[in-house]
């Protein structure tokens, strides 16, 4: 027996082992044409694994640009996300100067009434939370902290 491999003939060769062939003929092409890293051995074991740490490098090199562009337009959407959500937050809020309008004309009237008669405080509904401004707070502030 001999230690080299036989020559494959190709014409004896299943559809399948065909498309093996191919695929290997093509990967042996794309280790050759791999720029990154140089080779450094004379005999062909070195210079296999020298083509062979190439094309993970390359591809290595390339996810991690694709990610870090990705992730940069992630951070920026959300940056601009919260910025948008805060503003909407700050909007929603009750205007304090009205409640504080309503507490002054409550005053005004003990003191014109005179102190010795119990007046209910009542603010008025309009300075209050109807339910649906409620939920919308808590979903704006929700959406706030899960993008924080």
């Given at each position: 027996m001999s230690d080299?491999?036989?020559?494959?003939?190709r014409e004896n060769a299943t559809d399948g082992e065909n498309i093996i062939i191919d695929l290997l003929q093509e990967i042996s092409e794309v280790l050759r044409s791999s720029t990154i890293v140089e080779e450094r051995g004379k005999d062909a074991t070195s210079k296999f694994w020298a083509a062979y740490?190439?094309?993970?490098?390359?591809?290595?090199?390339d996810m991690l640009e694709r990610w870090n562009s990705n992730m940069d337009i992630v951070l920026i959407f959300a940056g601009l996300f919260s910025a948008v959500n805060t503003a909407?937050?700050?909007?929603?809020?009750?205007?304090?100067?009205?409640?504080?309008n309503?507490?002054?004309?409550?005053?005004?009237?003990?003191?014109?009434?005179?102190?010795?008669?119990?007046?209910?405080?009542?603010?008025?509904?309009?300075?209050?939370?109807?339910?649906?401004?409620f939920w919308t707070q808590a979903l704006a502030y929700t959406s706030l902290v899960l993008v924080i």
């Open positions: 080299r491999p036989a020559k494959h003939n740490k190439k094309v993970p490098s390359e591809y290595d090199d909407f937050i700050i909007a929603m809020q009750p205007n304090p100067v009205d409640t504080a309503v507490l002054l004309a409550q005053l005004v009237q003990i003191s014109l009434n005179g102190s010795s008669v119990a007046q209910p405080m009542i603010i008025s509904p309009s300075t209050g939370y109807s339910s649906s401004d």
